[in-house]
């Protein structure tokens, strides 16, 4: 899978790393500001059902 897109990206090495680069911020950027938000609405950490 990655050389499959390590290919299909334009360009010389060092522009398909800074494109991975920008690609993999983004993707952590969309993660941490809008998927784990969303999911910390359903999981509660503190509600422990071990040794109660």
Do not use: D, E, H, K
Not at 16 to 26: D, F, P, T, Y
């Amino acid at each position: 899978m990655y050389a499959a897109l390590w290919r299909v990206l334009p360009g010389p090495a060092w522009l398909r790393v800074l494109i991975l680069v920008a690609l993999v911020a983004a993707i952590l950027y969309g993660l941490f500001w809008y998927v784990f938000p969303w999911v910390s609405q359903f999981v509660n950490p503190q509600q422990s059902t071990v040794g109660g």
